[in-house]
């Protein structure tokens, strides 16, 4: 098995939310609640979840732009969750980040050379001759071309703009990259693009990826794990063929139903969740899925929070769930849910 690169222990993040005139805190979203993940080196991790659930905020405290709560988080055996100033510069260099919108994460002002130069600049390559070269180099490795350097974000597709955010995020040779829904703003013919364009990078720079998305389809293409994230918390872990073929917690069940298949004919075996997503305001005591979830459990799963535990020892295939892993033998899944 590979090593971890990546290791994620009890990991929380909370914000404050603030009203009045004088700014009181009256409340707090917990968006990360007690998160643990290991990432190992050279593989793609995907995270998917509904909207809110905290996949972002996940990636972002993995590259040191939000701060954690609590937890720690260990990259490449080395406790990064503290590291500030002249010690934090270094880690900026190993760990990067590709984000979502490929028209707000360009400054409209300058050009598309200096933006992806400017990680090198600020890492300590001062000549400028050298810099250039590199992003010509990395503008033909994401497909682009060296005269677009001296040109401006408002120029390019949204495709291209990715592109360039990808060579941005590139251009300092990092060991981690955060994929932050690279391909949720473009078209779907230019998804596929770009998506095959960061299997070939990640195979060339010997990569490790963190891909967050909720199109559990596109994650399906370019995962080799999958972890599937609700309301803060890791509810499966797998690889990305158990995953698909034989899920274990209720909500994944839920969302792989809903993938859409071409095929009109093709009968469906839609799972329709009932009720809204628990607010991270308030998220419910228990299992946070269970007032949504088809099997809950009254006295057991609106009670106790459930470990990520493995179904069997065979299978490297983790699911917080009480019905289903740990204990499940002790319940008869042919009983009617008592509610």
Known sequence: MPENLV???????????????LQRQVATVNAVAG????????????????SGCGKTTLGRILVRLLEPTSGTVQFEGEDITHLEGKELK????????????????????????????????????KERDERHERVREMLDLVGLKARHADRYPHEFSGGQRQRIGIARALILKPHLVVADEPVSALDVSVQAQVLNLLKEL????????????????????ISDRVAVMYLGRIVELT????????????????????IPVPDPDRPRDRQILQGEIPSPLNPPIGCHFHPRCPIARIGVCDLEVPEL?????????????????????QFDPRRPITR
């Open 239 to 258: 690889d990305r063929d158990t995953l698909y073929r034989n899920p274990l917690h209720p909500y994944t069940e839920a969302l792989l139903s809903a």
């Open 90 to 125: 270094p880690f900026r260099r190993k760990a990067q980040i590709i984000f979502q919108d490929p028209f707000g994460s360009l400054d409209p002002r300058t050009q598309v050379g200096d933006a992806i130069a400017e990680g090198l600049r600020l890492h300590g390559v």
């Open 309 to 329: 535990l493995p179904r069997s020892e065979e299978v490297e295939h983790l699911a917080s769930c009480h019905l289903r892993t740990g204990d499940y033998r």
């Open 35 to 50: 998160v643990d993940l290991d990432i190992r080196k050279g593989e793609t991790l995907g995270l998917v979840g509904e």
């Open 7 to 21: 290791e994620i222990r009890n990991l929380v993040k909370q914000f404050p939310v603030k009203a009045g005139l």
């Open 202 to 221: 990640q195979s060339e720079l010997d990569l490790t990826l963190l891909f967050v998305a909720h199109n559990l389809a596109v994650v399906e293409h």
